[in-house]
């Protein structure tokens, strides 16, 4: 069984400029999350989708990051324009439909560059 | 949500038990407590879940006291592959389920 999928692996980019990350999550999984993870420290929620609805984006930074999700499955997170502080590791997630379990299914993440 | 605390690092050799506690005195009675494990330049991965007394599975032990307000991961032998950051969540299931990850426990294993 596929894992969750993230493109590209890594990017460099100027600042100021825009940058897109994709995700597809494990198939069947209903949620999907987006996350931020700095060096040495531990993951940070930034958007969780239940099929296309956010449900949880309390944490994006709405003037210059946006994300989408379509069609329920698969996820992309734009930064526009990025700054020098969004370098960083961003890291997709799924999980089935929520119940009692904490279990989410993390792709290898995207390391940004912004130089 | 609660906040947990846990030891910035640990060490251990190989073949030895390793515990790793973590404190987390506010939680909430529909909070569950997991465990991640993360491999430098790889997403964390799910490693166990309790909600009281004892949980075993294939990679390890989940030991919650009757008050709840601390746990601890047991990894029983541990090799040089079980080294990586090991993370402590609590939070609730569900709609509302949301972790909120700290630092995490940076275990070092050698021979």
């Known amino acids: 069984e596929a894992g969750v999928v993230q493109s590209p692996r890594y990017k460099i980019i100027e600042k100021k400029q825009p940058v897109a990350f994709w995700c597809n999550p494990i198939s069947g999984h209903n949620t999907l999350y987006w996350y931020l993870q700095n060096l040495g420290q531990g993951p940070e929620l930034l958007i969780r989708y239940e099929n296309e609805e956010a449900v949880d984006d309390s944490q994006l930074p709405k003037d210059r990051f946006s994300a989408e999700r379509l069609k329920g499955v698969d996820s992309t997170l734009k930064i526009q324009p990025a700054e020098l502080g969004d370098s960083a590791v961003y890291l997709c997630a799924s999980s089935a439909l929520a119940g009692v379990s904490h279990e989410q299914f993390f792709g290898p993440g995207t390391r940004l560059t912004v130089l | 949500l609660a906040k947990t605390t846990q030891p910035i690092s640990m060490d251990s050799y190989e073949g030895q038990e390793v515990n790793i506690t973590c404190s987390h005195n506010n939680i909430a009675t529909n909070d569950y407590i997991t465990w991640y494990q993360q491999f430098p330049s790889q997403g964390p991965r799910f490693i166990i879940q309790?909600?009281?007394t004892k949980v075993t599975n294939e990679v390890a032990s989940l030991f919650i006291p009757a008050d709840r307000k601390s746990s601890t991961l047991s990894l029983p032998r541990v090799s040089l592959s079980d080294t990586a950051v090991y993370y402590c969540?609590?939070?609730?299931?569900?709609?509302?389920?949301?972790?909120?990850f700290g630092t995490g426990t940076r275990l070092q294993v050698t021979l």
């Open positions: 309790g909600y009281k």
């Open positions: 969540l609590v939070g609730p299931t569900g709609t509302a389920s949301k972790l909120t």
